[in-house]
T-cell receptor, first 114, second 116 residues
């Protein structure tokens, strides 16, 4: 059983471009959360998707948007990239209502904006 | 606004000794705390948690202590092993519950190095 997978592993973009990151949750999980981890910082919550809807959102601008598909996989889209968007983007999946020891993180996508 | 703080960016400990990682928080409404461990090129993995109704929780070599009056928690690893070398994050659910659908706020992490 594959855990949480993310693609691509690494990505290099230039300022102003748009990027899409993908996350496949662990089998049996229906909730996906996205986090941004800048260098030297802890992960910061971007948003969470459940039943194909954004259920919660952190303090991120509207340039950050997402989507969840019927198979529970999710995408994170970032428009008009800024240098400060360079970070490791993590997704985490869980079955709704479970406790945190049953939430799993993917390995992340390293985004570099030049 | 950093609600969970880890003031030690790094810590080196001899193999076999005790490792103590510290975390402070500012929000007295937090009811639940978690520790995560992160290896390079991997996502954080859940390590241990503690509810605010307890002051200690133990799981094998790992023990978390909570001092609510001081708004402080610590993770003890005894004995420390080379495989424990990783970055450790403390975190708290913003909504205060144990349910994984709450958004988490993380500290900045402490890099633990175990010296053989």
């Amino acid at each position: 059983d594959a855990g949480v997978t993310q693609s691509p592993t690494h990505l290099i973009k230039t300022r102003g471009q748009q990027v899409t990151l993908r996350c496949s949750p662990k089998s049996g999980h229906d909730t996906v959360s996205w986090y941004q981890q800048a260098l030297g910082q802890g992960p910061q919550f971007i948003f969470q998707y459940y039943e194909e809807e954004e259920r919660q959102r952190g303090n991120f601008p509207d340039r950050f948007s997402g989507h969840q598909f019927p198979n529970y996989s999710s995408e994170l889209n970032v428009n008009a990239l800024l240098l400060g968007d360079s970070a490791l983007y993590l997704c985490a999946s869980i079955l709704d209502g479970s406790s945190y020891n049953e939430q799993f993180f993917g390995p992340g996508t390293r985004l570099t904006v030049l | 606004d950093q609600q969970v703080k880890q003031n030690s960016p790094s810590l080196s400990v001899q193999e076999g000794r005790i490792s103590i990682l510290n975390c402070d928080y500012t929000n007295s409404m937090f009811d639940y705390f978690l520790w995560y461990k992160k290896y390079p090129a991997e996502g954080p993995t859940f390590l241990i948690s503690i509810s605010s109704i307890k002051d200690k929780n133990e799981d094998g070599r790992f023990t978390v202590f909570l001092n609510k009056s001081a708004k402080h928690l610590s993770l003890h690893i005894v004995p420390s092993q080379p495989g424990d070398s990783a970055v450790y994050f403390c975190a708290a659910p913003i909504g205060g519950s144990n349910f994984g659908n709450e958004k988490l706020t993380f500290g900045t992490g402490t890099r633990l190095t175990i010296i053989p």
